[in-house]
T-cell receptor
Framework: KQEVTQIPAALSVPEGENLVLNCSFT??????LQWFRQDPGKGLTSLLL?????REQTSGRLNASLDKSSGRSTLYIAASQPGDSATYLC?????????FGQGTRLTINP | DVKVTQSSRYLVKRTGEKVFLECVQD?????MFWYRQDPGLGLRLIYF???????EKGDIPEGYSVSREKKERFSLILESASTNQTSMYLC????????????FGPGTRLTVT
């Protein structure tokens, strides 16, 4: 059974710093890996999708990498801003269904 | 842009009531999903559907049923609401054509009193 873990559970950094969020999964037979952002009381917004054949995807200040062999994905946020404060979730996709991690609650301090 | 809408943002119901949560997507996606999200438990899959009139149980289907009569609409039904069904309910859709990337609605915060 697929299990997805995100470390750390919470992270607080000053504005302007570059940071990395981690995601690990136990079953490497995934179809893709998806990163989401969730603001308090809201739904999930898809940030990046990395297909299993890809190593990384970039969107603006965000870069996500995928290493299937080690069961790891990272989300890199460059030049963090207070508006980046949110919970970030990763999800491993296999057989159409997603398995989510518990998320990392990120706070960017002005 | 894909748009997934949910019928209510907030809902308050009484124990024992029958509750309908509706989800509509406008991108002709084959797959639709219902999750609930609770603090400390994360997102858990209740039911999903990969075609009209097709449904499959997720991880926590007890106390819920679903209906998908049209491709764009997926309904979650609480047959007899209970206080332990107080939660945030999230609907999502995906399609094989976009590598199963899931798109979520804004969520419905349901409170059962």
């Amino acid at each position: 059974k697929q299990e997805v873990t995100q470390i750390p559970a919470a992270l607080s950094v000053p504005e302007g710093e570059n940071l990395v969020l981690n995601c690990s999964f136990t079953d490497s037979a995934i179809y893709n890996l998806q990163w989401f952002r969730q603001d308090p009381g809201k739904g999930l917004t898809s940030l990046l999708l990395i297909q299993s054949s890809q190593r990384e995807q970039t969107s603006g200040r965000l870069n996500a990498s995928l290493d299937k062999s080690s069961g790891r994905s990272t989300l890199y946020i460059a030049a963090s801003q207070p508006g980046d404060s949110a919970t970030y979730l990763c999800a491993a996709v296999g057989a159409q269904k997603l398995v989510f991690g518990q998320g990392t609650r990120l706070t960017i301090n002005p | 842009d894909v748009k997934v809408t949910q019928s209510s943002r907030y809902l308050v119901k009484r124990t024992g009531e029958k509750v309908f949560l509706e989800c509509v997507q406008d991108m002709d996606h084959e797959n639709m999903f219902w999750y609930r999200q609770d603090p400390g438990l994360g997102l858990r899959l209740i039911y999903f559907s990969y075609d009209v009139k097709m449904k499959e149980k997720g991880d926590i289907p007890e106390g819920y049923s679903v209906s998908r009569e049209k491709k764009e609409r997926f309904s979650l039904i609480l047959e007899s609401a209970s206080t332990n069904q107080t939660s945030m309910y999230l609907c999502a859709s995906s399609t094989p054509g976009s590598s199963y990337e899931q798109y979520f609605g804004p969520g419905t915060r349901l409170t059962v009193t």
